[in-house]
């Protein structure tokens, strides 16, 4: 291939017609001459403005396609190959393309594989190592690894040499495995035999003692990640990934046995690496916790690994009670200084034993603020409220007495601690409606809900405070007012109020407004004003969102479904503009769900919805409420459903989804697959808030359990009971 300048044809290229991350793509022969030159900080910048734009969050386009050419030659031609390698190799693994056909940018890479494959030889050692991890995310495999085999003849530099084998498991992961076992019988050096274990990982080659003796050697293995793959940035969580990810019991119990043996390593660095593969365990294994939970209790030897374990102990809850007595000590410390350690340990605490942390709060409140945060709700556990506790109750009091001391997120922690504890926080009644003045929206719920449980007398005395509020014009507390005592006026004008102050946040007043029913004429023109002042050619998410909410209030409130079906059939088609767009499809379908067979006109848009296994439990659900019966697949859509749930795209939707098309949707194989997602030791909830993943997942297998329950044929009467 040609040895060109660089840049030679670059103004030829019909770069303002072709698109980046950013619309037009003219800037980026610029940037390229920029990254060429000499001018060191400007290359830096148009490296970073490169990513930015052709390479934007893993997202290649059509101007990708086209710099490839022109990267490659700047590589070649010795303009900071390895930072020009690494962006390439980026370009060429994505296959999150846009506006760019499929394949054409990897494509591009592999047409300039001569130009790429010399520097497998680089002088510079980083050189070679990024050549190596660039050209094997190809996908060429017949030359490529040739170049790679024999670079492996070659290579001496450890790092170097670890990519190599790497790139080997790439692109034929059963002749890296052959390579990788020699490795693992000769005395190679630390990078080489972590670069081997994974090489075995991705063959799928069983996990034998010597494999386990060689992971447990190189422990600490965070020096050995490789800056390049960065799915693997801390190498014990990412074997014990990989093993876990097998589904099978031996290879679990080896996972499992590598984090023990971590845990209870006497190096501090290698107990740290064990924690973050703990954390790794839980959240992918249902039987990670119970297995971990002692191991992670014995890792906790001083203060310092203590605040490190203590995360993880309050993400497990309740199964890790029985390591409470660790954190007690530090949660307890210091109660009435400010003490950034002992908070953390309280947090914890709050969640893994919530009756004994409570007087620990008490003592501490308003010094301890992760641990209120918790307390408040804000980590949600299968509790509905925070354990009541006289002393903690009236600390909360004290606080709420003196509003000038509080921190901004305060009112609402203390009010809703208040507010959970309904009956049992009746003494602070006075309390609570003193702190109205002060903190009207985070209090006005903890009023209502406490002087819900309250003599008339207290009730009537709450309500005067609430209208006291809602005249200020505070919509929560008109919203409390109506719920305590049914008082409508006051709510209708402070939705009318806010519907006409902002019509483009309309959406989080609409739910209020909706909730009346006919209750709410009043307030149709407002919707109906906001819904017209929200531009509907906007494809963003907030207007989106804000358009299906003002289409659910106005439905729910006169009955028309024409006027939402509009409104939502507009949504459907401004999300396809928006490659960002598909929970507000799913808010969208699941508000169509409520219209019934008045929403029949759009299920040609939820049958659209089908193909992506996000949107696809909210379009079952609305497809099985509006379409015609007799027209719906149901077996076909329970598949799909399970599918969805299996990925983990919405897990609990899924549960919807499955409920609304029957038993009868559902056949033997269909069982199988949800007993498999209700019982199987790997989570099905695998994403999400980190602090919500495990009570989710508990959730779901709660809620798939009750779904099998109900899908199954009663047993068959025995003899004895008759028919």
Request: aromatic share 4%; with cysteine; charged share 20%.
């Amino acid at each position: 291939m040609e040895t060109a300048h660089p840049l030679d044809g670059l103004d030829s290229r019909p770069w303002s017609s072709l698109s980046h991350a950013y619309g037009s793509a003219q800037d980026v022969p610029d940037l390229l001459r920029a990254l060429a030159g000499t001018d060191v900080d400007a290359a830096d910048e148009a490296l970073s403005e490169l990513y930015g734009s052709i390479l934007h969050q893993g997202t290649v386009y059509a101007a990708s396609a086209e710099a490839v050419p022109f990267l490659a030659r700047i590589a070649a031609g010795g303009h900071r190959p390895a930072d020009v390698l690494v962006l390439l190799g980026g370009l060429a693994r994505s296959e999150d393309e846009h506006g760019v056909a499929p394949g054409a940018v990897r494509a591009a890479v592999v047409d300039r594989l001569p130009l790429l494959l010399p520097l497998l030889a680089a002088p510079e050692g980083k050189v070679r190592r990024t050549a190596a991890w660039a050209v094997s995310h190809t996908g060429a495999p017949a030359f490529v690894l040739r170049a790679l085999r024999s670079r492996w003849a070659e290579e001496t530099e450890p790092a170097a040499r670890a990519e190599v084998l790497a790139g080997i498991a790439r692109l034929d992961p059963q002749v890296a495995a052959v390579t990788a076992a020699t490795v693992l019988e000769s005395p190679q050096p630390a990078e080489v035999r972590m670069a081997a274990v994974f090489a075995l990982l991705d063959a799928d080659a069983p996990w034998t003692g010597a494999v386990h003796a060689t992971m447990l050697s190189l422990l600490p293995a965070d020096s050995l990640r490789s800056d390049l793959d960065f799915e693997r940035g801390e190498p014990l969580a990412a074997v014990v990934e990989a093993l876990l990810g097998r589904g099978l019991r031996p290879e679990r119990d080896a996972a499992f046995l590598l984090v023990v043996a971590a845990l209870h390593d006497d190096r501090a660095d290698v107990r740290a690496e064990g924690l973050w593969a703990a954390d790794r365990a839980c959240m992918l294994s249902r039987s990670a916790p119970q297995r971990l939970v002692g191991s992670l209790r014995a890792a906790a030897v001083d203060e310092e690994s203590v605040i490190d374990v203590a995360s993880l102990l309050g993400q497990l809850g309740s199964i890790a009670e029985g390591a409470a007595d660790v954190l007690a000590p530090l949660a307890g410390r210091n109660p009435g200084r400010d003490d950034d350690a002992a908070d953390r340990a309280l947090a914890a605490l709050v969640l893994v034993a919530p009756a004994q942390a409570a007087r620990l709060l008490a003592a501490g409140l308003g010094r301890r603020p992760r641990a209120l945060d918790a307390a408040a709700g804000f980590r949600r556990t299968t509790d509905p409220a925070f354990p009541y506790d006289d002393e903690l109750l009236e600390a909360v009091l004290d606080r709420l007495s003196r509003p000038g001391t509080l921190s901004r997120n305060e009112p609402w922690q203390l009010t809703n601690l208040a507010a959970g504890w309904g009956a049992d926080a009746a003494q602070a009644l006075p309390g609570l409606c003193a702190a109205l003045p002060h903190c009207p929206r985070q209090a006005a719920a903890a009023v209502a809900s406490v002087a819900a449980c309250c003599a008339p007398g207290e009730r009537v005395r709450a309500a005067a405070a609430l209208r006291a509020a809602a005249g200020q014009g505070v919509l929560p507390a008109a919203k409390a007012l109506y719920e305590l005592d049914g008082e409508l006026a006051p709510l209708l004008h402070c939705l009318g109020q806010e519907l006409r102050r902002d019509a483009g946040q309309a959406g989080h007043v609409a739910a209020t407004a909706g909730g009346l029913g006919p209750r709410g004429a009043p307030l149709v023109p407002a919707l109906r004003e906001a819904l017209g002042g929200t531009p509907r050619t906007s494809t963003a998410t907030p207007a989106l969102d804000t358009d299906t909410a003002l289409a659910e209030a106005l439905w729910r409130i006169t009955g028309d479904a024409v006027e939402a079906v509009a409104v939502l059939d507009s949504v459907f088609a401004r999300a396809e503009q928006n490659a960002w767009s598909r929970w507000p499809v799913v808010r969208a379908a699941r508000t169509t769900a409520l219209l019934g067979p008045a929403g029949r006109p759009l299920v040609t848009r939820l049958e659209a919805a089908l193909g992506d296994p996000v949107q696809v439990p909210a379009a079952v659900v609305a497809l099985a409420a509006v379409a015609e019966p007799a027209a719906l697949d149901r077996t076909a859509l329970a598949a799909a459903v399970l599918l969805s749930a299996e990925s983990g795209a919405d897990p609990a939707g899924a549960c919807d989804a499955l409920e609304a098309l029957g038993s009868s949707a559902m056949t033997d194989g269909h069982l199988r697959r949800l007993t498999a997602l209700a019982d199987g030791d790997a989570r099905t909830v695998r994403s999400g808030i980190e602090d919500r993943v495990i009570s989710e997942d508990e959730a779901f297998r709660r809620r798939a359990r009750e779904l099998l329950t109900a899908f199954s044929p009663p047993a068959a009467p025995s003899k004895e009971e008759g028919p």
